[in-house]
């Protein structure tokens, strides 16, 4: 059974800290790299940070670049989004995905490019 469950969100202030995981099984804990991606009320989802399970190459919207950072940890098949200096406009449902096979690093931004997806987490930010 392929899944990916979120976890870690909640409410926080400006200017503060929330670190959200990724946890992985079945075919999902073998896929090439996990994506997080967001989705604000009334707005289109959007790629926020990527990491491939074997070499770690992080990717990065240049919206969280300097605040957000993604880190793996293999040996428990999760993907980890330390979220730093949150701002209001960072409030939305937080959700990883999957790519099972390597696409090419340029889609990992891309979100149909992912195979399998998490039911997603709330961050909201109080300002």
């Known amino acids: 059974q392929e899944q990916l469950v979120e976890s870690g969100g909640g409410l926080v202030q400006t200017g503060g800290s929330l670190r959200l995981s990724c946890a992985a099984s079945g075919r999902t804990s073998s896929s090439y790299a996990i994506g997080w991606f967001r989705q604000a009320p009334g707005k289109a989802r959007e790629f926020v940070a990527a990491?491939?399970?074997?070499?770690?190459?992080?990717y990065y919207a240049d919206s969280v670049k300097g605040r957000f950072t993604i880190s793996s940890d293999n040996a428990k098949n999760t993907v980890h989004l330390q979220m730093n200096s949150v701002k209001p406009e960072d409030t939305a449902v937080y959700y990883c995905a999957a790519q099972a096979v390597n696409k090419g690093s340029y889609t990992l931004t891309q979100m149909h490019m992912y195979d399998y997806w998490g039911q997603g987490t709330q961050v909201t930010v109080s300002s």
């Open positions: 990491i491939s399970w074997s070499s770690r190459t992080t």
